[in-house]
């Protein structure tokens, strides 16, 4: 049975928490706005879509459309020179391409995540990113994976499909879908979070990926 391995970015196989979070801040400076959380109430968002995002650190819902393009418009600029491929990420991506096909699912912009793939050099190892531009519902839904699945013309059951990701929204999306969990602990998630959605919890991507190479169906 041929598989298929989906990967989210952030906390899965890249390092953008500097990025994001200097993006927060620079947009709470433009629109002054007094944020009296932290670093850390930030970066433990990460993973969730920008809207939400800024709603859970105080911003007026009337107001979040205009941070979240300024955000966009700065991140754009700084992202791929401060971003980074999580160690272990560029074995486990080679790895997973020589039994696997491989997409991306993120709720990162895709337009933005295909320099920063192309700058770390493992974007041709992707048939497709589907970013939060591509959907109008993004994980925990899983219309994200689907549409990952009808862009790679997967539309029977003879594929073994295995969404790996850091945090419990690319879990459950995995269950909506009806497809395999893999949490890993390189990102955002913790154990316990994690382990109440899936049965397969990683240390690490490059782990998840010879722990699916194993699985047997």
């Not at 906390?11 to 002054?32: H, P, Q, R």
Request: hydrophobic share 40%; net charge negative; proline share 3%.
């Amino acid at each position: 049975m041929e598989k298929i391995i989906l990967f989210d970015l952030d906390g899965t196989l890249i390092d953008s928490t500097e990025a994001i979070v200097k993006t927060f801040y620079f947009t709470f400076e433009k629109m002054n706005f007094k944020f009296n959380g932290t670093y850390n109430d930030i970066a433990q968002l990460i993973g969730y879509p920008l809207d939400i995002m800024y709603k859970e650190l105080g911003i007026k819902e009337t107001l979040i459309d205009t941070f979240v393009n300024n955000y966009r418009e700065r991140y754009r600029e700084i992202s791929v020179d401060l971003t980074t491929l999580l160690p272990d990420a560029l074995e486990a991506v080679k790895l997973a391409s020589t039994f696997a096909r491989l997409g991306v699912v993120t709720t990162k912009t895709a337009r933005y995540s295909v320099p920063i793939l192309e700058n770390m050099q493992v974007m041709k190892y992707f048939e497709c990113i589907i970013g939060r531009e591509d959907v109008d519902n993004p994980k925990p839904h899983p219309e994200p994976i689907l549409n990952a699945m009808k862009l790679m013309n997967i539309t029977n059951k003879s594929y073994d499909i295995y969404m790996v990701g850091d945090t419990k929204l690319d879990l459950i999306a995995a269950q909506n879908a009806q497809i395999n969990g893999v949490g890993v602990l390189c990102g955002h998630g913790l154990f316990e979070e994690l382990s109440a959605y899936s049965n397969i919890i990683e240390s690490n991507s490059l782990s998840a990926v010879k722990r699916i190479q194993s699985e047997k169906k």
